[in-house]
């Protein structure tokens, strides 16, 4: 089961308090299949930050359009049964239990 998982952050002008976010989310032992980020709006380098991490994320940037239209952004480009919701500032604690299933 532990390739449905998707990790969702929306993140806006904090690559600072992202990229812990990100670690987080890749240190897990119950590893997500895909971990998105969506720049709502972006100038700041988070663009950069994500590059580095080459095909273990995948990054959109758009212009800004607030939070609610980047998750929404974020949970369309998802392609697993199961999300996690996390914000950019937010740690996933290790080995927690943050797997949810998606509503149909």
Same mark, same amino acid.
């Given at each position: 089961?532990?390739?449905?998982?998707?990790?969702?952050?929306?993140?806006?002008?904090?690559?600072?308090?992202?990229?812990?976010?990100?670690?987080? $989310?890749?240190?897990?032992? #119950? !590893?997500?299949?895909? %971990?998105?980020?969506?720049?709502?709006?972006?100038?700041?380098?988070?663009? =950069?930050?994500?590059?580095?991490?080459?095909?273990?994320?995948?990054?959109?940037?758009?212009?800004? $359009?607030?939070?609610?239209? #980047? !998750?929404?952004?974020? %949970?369309?480009?998802?392609?697993?049964?199961?999300?996690?919701?996390?914000? =950019?500032?937010?740690?996933?604690?290790?080995?927690?239990?943050?797997?949810?299933?998606?509503?149909?």
């Amino acid at each position: 089961m532990n390739a449905l998982l998707s990790v969702v952050i929306p993140c806006y002008n904090r690559s600072t308090l992202l990229k812990q976010a990100i670690d987080s $989310a890749l240190a897990q032992t #119950a !590893r997500a299949s895909e %971990v998105i980020i969506v720049d709502d709006g972006p100038t700041d380098n988070t663009r =950069e930050l994500c590059v580095g991490y080459g095909n273990q994320i995948k990054y959109v940037s758009q212009e800004n $359009a607030g939070p609610f239209i #980047a !998750r929404n952004t974020a %949970v369309t480009l998802q392609c697993r049964q199961s999300l996690c919701r996390r914000e =950019e500032k937010a740690e996933i604690t290790r080995n927690a239990d943050y797997k949810s299933p998606l509503i149909e």
